[in-house]
Nanobody, 120 residues
Framework: QVQVMESGGGSVEAGGSLLLSCRVI????????MGWFRQAPGKERQFVAS????????TYGRSVKGRLHISRDNAKNTVYLEMSNLAPENTGVYYC?????????????WGQGTQVTVST
């Protein structure tokens, strides 16, 4: 059984930074593409970023605000999302997900989410 566990959410003021972490337990982490998604209150879940299996290529959502950097450490079964210069529009529940492929646009395993709140 594959478990996806996010951590690192919290409350920050606008302009602040947060580091989200996501650890995968079970399965084969190095075989998964990993992604982050955000769901703002009353809105649909939105793609934030994804990273390929080797960590050499990343994709970011076009409507994402602030400065983001996704990375992974395959030795630790962990993917990270560094967020800086945060704005209130970044508020939401952030979900980490793993894709087994072969269609890496489809994500198979999801975490419970971690709340990020950005205040003015």
């Amino acid at each position: 059984q594959v478990q996806v566990m996010e951590s690192g959410g919290g409350s920050v003021e606008a302009g602040g930074s947060l580091l989200l972490s996501c650890r995968v337990i079970g399965g084969t982490f190095g075989a998964y593409e990993m992604g982050w998604f955000r769901q703002a209150p009353g809105k649909e879940r939105q793609f934030v970023a994804s990273i390929n299996r080797s960590g050499t290529s990343a994709t970011y959502g076009r409507s994402v605000k602030g400065r983001l950097h996704i990375s992974r450490d395959n030795a630790k079964n962990t993917v990270y999302l560094e967020m800086s210069n945060l704005a209130p529009e970044n508020t939401g529940v952030y979900y980490c997900a793993a894709s087994r492929g072969p269609d890496f646009r489809e994500f198979d395993y999801w975490g419970q989410g971690t709340q990020v709140t950005v205040s003015t």
